[in-house]
């Protein structure tokens, strides 16, 4: 089950705070409808690394007691009709697990002990139980965090605290903004351009997280060249995948490739961090085999540009790697 909680309301680093502190749960803060986020004199959204995205929190319809004034929250045990306007992060993480909802409708889910065996990035091997993973909670958080608003927000979403000195220290917050037109995805969220980008950060650089300005760099190599959005696909999309990925290749291994040709310098070498990269295991013997002989004789032995190319989609179209995110 995927879980959504409040940042908190002490306008304070939400790390400091419990349940806002569980880096399983995805942690929601409060903004108002010009992009800043929510504070007053005494409370305010809670801020800081600990936060995953922001949605809508100020002056939220909410129920209202028919007893109470018009506008008035205070008490919740109010009618099946009557509204009031709310603030502060319990009005805004309801949003996320809305979307979370409309992600989550019509796809089947899968019990607990299922998605703790297999995490996002570690291997999935071919079983009928775990060929649909869409539905755990590390696809579903990493999907909504993924296809949220980027750098809308102004810089109020950050926070400050003080160094050993007393010296002001800002502390950032994600700059990420709740948007659920993507929701319901592609049955299969490595699909879903923004997702794959995403992926390729844990996958090749050991990151959790993208920043901002290099997830939307690098989707938009995709969207860009192909003129279509984040959920579409086709054989423009595929191409500009495997340049995507191949450009992390080239920084993460430089000694793997020649940077003149785009070819490699070690074809066995190449074959065997693939899977390590894509399908998060070491290779068994035939299947190594297999690779670095199609490399070898169809490309060369260093295997051109165009080789690199095919081995990157022969791996990202492969059922193994996709079943590390949904069906295959």
């Not at 922001?54 to 028919?66: K, R």
């Not at 949003?95 to 409708?105: D, F, K, R, S, T």
């Not at 879903?192 to 990151?207: A, E, G, I, S």
């Not at 670095?292 to 080789?307: E, I």
């Amino acid at each position: 089950m995927t879980v959504v909680v409040i940042a908190g309301n002490a306008n304070q680093n939400a790390l400091n705070y419990s349940p806002a502190d569980v880096a399983a749960a995805l942690t929601v803060g409060a903004v108002d409808w010009n992009g800043n986020r929510w504070a007053e004199p005494f409370q305010g959204s809670n801020w800081g690394p600990g936060v995953d995205l922001f949605a809508p929190g100020v002056f939220v319809v909410s129920a209202q007691t028919s007893t109470q004034l018009p506008g008035d929250c205070a008490i919740w045990n109010g009618s099946n009709t009557s509204e009031c306007r709310a603030t502060g992060t319990s009005m805004a993480a309801p949003h996320v697990a809305g979307a979370i909802a409309m992600y989550l409708q019509g796809r089947t889910g899968l019990g607990s002990n299922v998605c703790a065996a297999f995490p996002i990035d570690q291997s999935v091997l071919a079983t009928t139980a775990n060929a649909n993973l869409s539905t755990c909670p590390d696809r579903v958080a990493r999907y909504i965090k993924a296809t949220a608003n980027l750098s809308r927000l102004t810089s109020s979403i950050n926070g400050t605290t003080t160094d050993a000195n007393g010296n002001p220290v800002t502390v950032p917050s994600p700059n990420r903004f709740l948007w659920n037109i993507w929701e319901p995805t592609n049955a299969n969220p490595i699909d879903n351009q923004r997702f794959f980008v995403w992926t390729h950060y844990p996958d090749f650089l050991n990151r959790a997280e993208p920043d901002e300005g290099g997830l939307d760099f690098w989707t938009n190599n995709i969207t860009g060249h192909c003129s279509t959005g984040i959920n579409d696909n086709n054989s423009c999309t595929r191409e500009w995948r495997i340049h995507t990925s191949r450009a992390f290749w080239f920084y993460q291994f430089p000694s793997l490739f020649n940077m003149q040709t785009g070819g490699t310098t070690n074809n066995a070498e190449f074959v065997r961090q693939c899977y390590r990269i894509y399908l998060r295991r070491e290779p068994d013997d035939s299947g190594f085999q297999y690779w670095v002989n199609d490399l070898s004789s169809q490309y060369g032995n260093p295997a051109s540009y165009d080789g690199v190319n095919h081995l990157i989609d022969a791996f990202l179209v492969s059922p193994e790697y996709r079943r590390r995110f949904g069906p295959s």
